[in-house]
């Protein structure tokens, strides 16, 4: 791709450009090619990490820039440290203007870096380099005494790479402020070799020769951990200009060696000592401008937090000890939670980082400490939580750590994430655990969701037969000891929404025998109206769909129905759901295939029982919308029909008028009930209620129009 015309851009927002584009994943070899307009598009700060570019698209449109800075830190597509450094090269320019180059991650290549002009092409040849970063590459002793002859070079990462010896720092040692020099596998020097190299380094302000104290066993790094002892204990004259150490990781190093060191060196402004042991020594809190890693109190630990961002191991010990400082925390710690978070996204992939993060995220935000969290910072969480349940599927502690996380009422209801992953993630780890705890905490949280999905999501979910079968299995699980618990009654809302205006979840539903199941429960749960609602609630739902009305009028089934209905005794809310489903299959007389006797009761009864029934006032019930109405509100309609479905209307109406008085003007409602309080064989009792519905629309700010009484 290259531009048949460009503005001139200026140079901060063309390395904007360059950035956003690779932190968004669109930067490729294909999109990398508007940056060959080198001249509207002038790039000095250049960073293309993790982006798939290849060594041919990166010498086109990057190395003509004159770049001062370029960040290829893990960058795929087969380029090299080779190919980043002969393209540099290439370039007289950037000889001399680069000053900052990071190639982490990546394969040098040093041996096929030939002679250019009979030049050698090398480090060396970038003259202008200060600041260079070679982590966790294949960094040679000959590459290393090419690096180090560089005349500016002042800040040198070489932590996890290959180099066995570190005789080439001697070098650079009037220039090298900075060195980092974490887990050095291969390192091959005595303990006094090393000591007197690091003792040359008279410039150097910061040292880290950290280890990974987890995979290293005792006989690892001896050498430097005695180098690191000698350091400790030696003169302040011994690297003079050092104002920050990290020796974190390292074995045997005693408090009493840190506090000399402490106290010997006035300017020292950090210390890390995160699994060394050594931490907890009073001179380190004494010392106000010392920061320190460590895990002797909540700053070292989140100090820890904060440097090691990128190192999995120390990143995982850190953890640990938060999580033993935060088990009974009763105040909200969005800078704590922030941490967290960062050292999961850091290592998307580490079992270990996350088995222990999850189970901070829950402790950081139970009860009611989320909801003094940013909503920002808890979306982030939860979909890093999400990430987690996807990535380790089978590790069942991890699992249990984000469930308990998500099992909060504000983070279901008020966070925005994505909720259909999450109920699908949530129904897949249901299938395959029984645990009561744990079940009833997954069935709620299915439950809430579920109700939070948008139509289209509801309906991919209720179309797989699984969830049904996995729902309807846990409904049965719990009717045959008779059980009126939680889970019981999540599942049931759950089922309840996914069929809500979903004809195809509706069909799932009968297909799945759960219309059988749902008699039987019915019966046997006669004196439970929180369970008959929502038993009530879903057949309603099926009731709503006229190809599957068929399959309600079974005679004994109706009857039952019918006795709530007429059972002064039995709650409103309970009475109310039975009403709908009679009044839906007795709509339509043509597809009535029972008794007339039957259906003219239950016209004659819904009318009756309706006229009995107070003004319920919690929120019983929600519509999606209000078109399973339309049939029911037509002037034809026996008045029982009518009137259970204004009373319905009137009922979610006065509980939210604001949300259902907007929906019923979108929808046409109001016009239909006009017509129908206008219309001269409508019944009194729906006139009055009709009338009471179009006042509150108007009240509300709706437009009515006259209306006849």
Known sequence: MCLSWAPVLPQEMADQLLRKMGTKGILNDTTVGIFRNCKELRLRRAAIRFCPVSAEAFRLALCPHRLQELDASW???????????????????????????????????????????????????????????????????????????????????????????????????????????????????????????????????????????????????????????????????????????????????????????????????????????????????????????????????????????????????????????????????????????????????????????????????????????????????????????????NHQQVQKNCLLALCSDYILQDVPFDKYLAAMLVINWLSSHEEPTLQRMAVAVISILVAKLSTEETSQLGEDVHIMKQLLALVQQKAMVGVVDSTLKFALSALWNLTDEMPSAARNFIECQGLELYEEVLESYYGEPSVQQKLLGLLNNIAEVEALQADLLEEDLLEHILSLLQDAQVEVGVRYFAGGILAQLASRPEAWTLGDELLSTILKQLHASIMTWTQLEREMVSYRSFHPFYPLLQTGQPSGVQLWAVWAIHLVCSQNTSHYSSMLEREGMTELLKALAAHPDTHGDIKGLSDSILRMVEQHGGHTGPRNS
């Not at 060394?276 to 909540?298: R, Y």
């Not at 995982?316 to 088990?327: D, F, G, K, S, V």
Request: hydrophobic content about 40%; proline content about 3%; aromatic content about 4%.
């Open 75 to 393: 960058v795929s597509g087969g380029l090299t440290g080779a190919d980043i450094v002969s393209g540099l090269a290439s370039n007289l320019e950037c000889r001399s203007s680069l000053q900052r180059l990071s190639i982490s991650g990546l394969h040098l290549d040093w041996e096929s870096l030939m002679e250019d002009g009979g030049t050698h092409v090398g480090f060396s040849s970038l003259q202008g380099l200060r600041t260079l970063n070679l982590a966790s590459t294949d960094l040679t002793d000959a590459a290393l005494e090419d690096i180090c002859s560089l005349p500016q070079l002042e800040s040198l990462d070489i932590s996890c790479s290959a180099v066995s010896k570190l005789t080439a720092l001697l070098d650079c040692k009037s220039t090298l402020k900075s060195l980092i020099a974490h887990r050095l596998r291969q390192l091959d020097m005595s303990a006094a070799r090393l000591f007197f190299v690091f003792s040359q380094l008279h410039a150097l302000r910061h040292l880290d020769f950290s280890d990974d104290h987890i995979t290293v066993d005792d006989s690892d790094g001896r050498d430097g951990d005695e180098t690191v002892r000698q350091l400790l204990e030696g003169s302040p004259q011994v690297l003079p200009s050092l104002v920050s150490l990290d020796i974190s990781g390292r074995k045997r190093i005693s408090e009493a060696a840190v506090r000399a060191f402490v106290e010997a060196r006035a300017g020292l402004v950090f210390m890390g000592l995160l699994a060394t042991g050594a931490s907890s020594s009073d001179v380190l809190t004494s010392q106000k401008t010392l920061k320190v890693t460590g895990e002797a109190n909540e700053n070292q630990v989140c100090e820890a937090l904060r440097r090691y961002r990128d190192r999995e191991c120390f990143i995982r010990e850190a953890l640990i000890h938060l999580y033993n400082l935060i088990t009974d925390i009763d105040k909200p710690r969005p800078d704590m939670l922030k941490l967290v978070l960062s050292g999961m996204q850091s290592h998307p992939t580490s079992l270990h980082v996350h088995l222990v993060a999850t189970a901070c995220v829950f402790h950081l935000t139970t009860q009611d400490l989320a909801e003094a969290m940013p909503v920002s910072l808890l979306s982030s969480t939860v979909t890093q939580l999400l990430y987690a349940m996807k990535t380790f599927p």
